[in-house]
């Protein structure tokens, strides 16, 4: 089972539509159920997706020198990518992750899966929640 809040997944969705006819392909990370203000009636270590990371941060190091700056370690055990012309599966193309979420056209949540790294396709819950805020300091 795979957990994902509802803003997220809005998110996501609206990257995938504007970069369209380009594919999307970014790095998300996960807050425990535990540290939600509301009850999600699930185990307080279980992950849910509640950040990405803009793939175009640290592009230029990246590049130089192979140290991928846009992703805190020990973060991004899941991505999203978008498939404007393709089919709803994980491809050779894609970037693997532990969790892989895929959309394709029209942009809405019935044209969203999530699937292991395998390609095979896994339960997505979206959840009404708002992660906890984040602090700076």
Not at 50 to 61: E, I, K, N, S
Not at 65 to 87: C, E, I, M, Y
Not at 109 to 124: I, K, M, P, Q, V
């Amino acid at each position: 089972m795979v957990y994902v809040t509802r803003g997220l997944v809005d998110v996501l969705l609206d990257l995938a539509e504007d970069a369209e006819p380009e594919r999307t392909n970014v790095v998300l990370s996960t807050t425990p159920a535990g540290e939600f203000d509301a009850d999600l009636d699930i185990g307080a270590e279980t992950p849910v997706l509640t950040h990405f990371y803009l793939p175009d941060a640290g592009r230029a190091v990246n590049a130089i020198f192979g140290v991928d700056l846009a992703t805190p370690a020990g973060r991004g055990r899941a991505r999203f990518v978008s498939h404007p012309q393709g089919k709803l599966e994980v491809t050779k193309r894609d970037d693997l992750a532990g969790v892989v979420l895929v959309a394709i056209p029209p942009w809405e949540d019935r044209s969203l899966a999530a699937f292991d790294r395998a390609g095979t396709r896994l339960e997505l819950t979206i959840l009404d929640a708002e992660p906890p805020q984040e602090s700076f300091t």
